[in-house]
């Protein structure tokens, strides 16, 4: 199974799981503070958890289930919790494993990351990685099983750096005519990505709750070396991504095209208090 998560920004980290009692991915609960639960929490609805299966050229490759916690304060900061996790399920876990697990804590008031865990099993790999972010860089302590932690410092100058967490609540607070574009930088585990997206206007989605309007953004996401410059012989992977057109702005839907075939990422349930 091609290891797309971290290229797909938002619904892309949600993830695959082999059994119900696996698909709970559930945020850590933050310190109280004096949050007003009248403010509205941009990009996070509190308490939602989203549902997805994984296809890759029409076949079952993963099921994906996305949580956000209550808001909270960490550092001083208003902040919430969020949680995501990815296992192989149908033949393709019978081919290969694979596991991305990801917990993130993000600053509410800025939409960025403050930390980020993750733990990833592709095959017989696994590492564990734990990223602090700053204002403008992170270090990463990312330790492969059996192998001594490595320490990763990123600087990215001017520029803001996301998770996948924060990218995916960036793109839901996003508004654009069609034809504006963005560019992100996305840290996923240890690897970087410059990502662009652009706004390619509404339609009619077909879902598995019948048709629905949605907004529908286009790009291109590459990966990048510590220098932010292309890592060499890596091509541009393309993607979209719907989002329900009202004011949640409910990930419906992504599609990418991969070495190994298209993947689509649907979405099969949606709660919310």
Known sequence: MVRFAPALLSVLTLAACGGAAELDAQPPTLAPGPVDTDDAIAGFAPGEALAFEVRLAGVLAGE???????????DGRRAIAVSSVMRSAG????IK?????VTSVIDLERLRPLRT???VIFGPRRYHA????TEHGASIQFTPAGEPT?????????AIVHDAHSAMALVRTWTADPGERIALWVIGGRRIWRTEIWSAGTEILGTRMGNQPAL?????????????????NKPPRSFSVWLSDDADRVPLRFSAHTELGDVTIELVEYERP
């Open 64 to 74: 994906a289930r996305f949580s956000a916690g209550q808001p909270g304060i960490v």
């Open 216 to 232: 529908r953004l286009d790009g291109t996401s590459i990966r990048s070396r510590a220098d932010l410059t292309p890592e060499p």
């Open 150 to 158: 490595r320490g990763l410092v990123y600087d990215f100058g001017e």
């Open 91 to 94: 033949a393709f876990a019978l």
């Open 97 to 101: 494993e694979v596991k991305d697990a």
């Open 117 to 119: 865990t993750s733990d």
């Open 130 to 133: 734990e990223t602090v972010f």
